[in-house]
């Protein structure tokens, strides 16, 4: 799935957001999206298949990812725990004019980070954020903050970036018409979408359409709304007291038997046990 995620990070004060993912984890599977924030990733255990603007890097236990903003990513898990950390970069200027001209490049993506760090201090960098961000030690708020910096400068020094080119006049629109149908799924996945649908907020025929999906998220149409769906109603079984049949039907489900099927093939397990566990 790819989506344009537009949510608080942290706090005003901390913006800051630590997800520890797992099998059970409602976005266990990493949806298609972007924002405007960057995000680090690390993989405790298992693989991850993280893609990042459609090129993919086969992480292992204790590989770690920079994901630089608006870069469209999803990931696909393989037996595996990881964590992410989405943060807003705007957070770590200091008012120093020879440290905040390089988060000012970054922030208007004149620069891009290396996508994946195999820098031995760059990586243990990495999981130190991690490892602090996820502490209630006191003091943690300062670690964190000052390793972000470090971690910075490390990339500085290293030239562990690299210049970004616009994209191309023919891959602009297509990303436009590809974002178009990802926000007309986000918000109509409740209602009766048909492929007719999509094929006609994209401005093309249903047979381009498909193709076209298919060569930038690597999944069908109907596959990426099916799985958006179950996501949805993963959360709200989560996070409310509705009934596993209401939670269908919210979904765009519209038979409850396909709905607990469909769940299972996605979760492996039932909407009832998913909410048990």
């Not at 409602?26 to 990042?52: C, D, I, N, Q």
């Not at 993919?56 to 608006?70: C, R, Y």
């Not at 974002?179 to 409740?190: D, G, M, P, Q, S």
Request: hydrophobic share 40%.
């Amino acid at each position: 799935m790819i989506y344009n995620e537009l949510k608080q990070r942290g706090t005003d004060d901390f913006p800051f957001e630590l997800y520890r993912v797992h099998e059970q984890h409602p976005k266990y599977e990493m949806a298609f999206h972007w924002h405007a924030e960057v995000e680090l990733v690390r993989v405790l255990s298992g693989e991850l298949l993280l893609t990042l603007d459609g090129h993919t890097h086969e992480l292992q236990a204790g590989d770690t990812a920079i994901i630089n903003s608006e870069t469209v990513h999803g990931a696909t898990p393989r037996d595996c725990r990881y964590d992410c950390i989405v943060f807003n970069l705007a957070f770590l200027k200091t008012g120093n004019r020879a440290c905040d001209l390089f988060i000012d490049d970054l922030l208007a993506r004149n620069v891009l980070l290396q996508e994946h760090p195999t820098d031995p201090e760059t990586v243990a960098l990495l999981h130190g954020i991690f490892d602090e961000i996820g502490s209630k030690n006191t003091g943690a708020t300062f670690k964190v903050l000052g390793l972000y910096h470090e971690l910075l400068g490390e990339l500085q020094r290293k030239n562990l970036y690299t210049a970004h080119f616009p994209l191309s006049v023919r891959d602009e629109k297509k990303a436009a018409k590809l974002k178009l149908v990802l926000k007309f799924i986000r918000e109509h996945f409740a209602d009766d979408i048909t492929l007719e649908d999509m094929s006609a907020v994209a401005g093309l025929s249903q047979k381009y359409f498909c193709q076209f999906f298919k060569d930038t998220t690597g999944t069908t149409p109907v596959h990426y709304l099916t799985a958006y769906r179950v996501e949805r109603a993963a959360r709200k079984l989560l996070s409310t007291d509705l009934s596993v049949t209401r939670i269908a039907y919210d979904c765009g489900f519209n038979d409850l038997s396909y709905f607990i099927k469909t769940f299972k093939a996605f979760k492996h397990t039932s909407p009832n046990l998913y909410r048990k566990r």
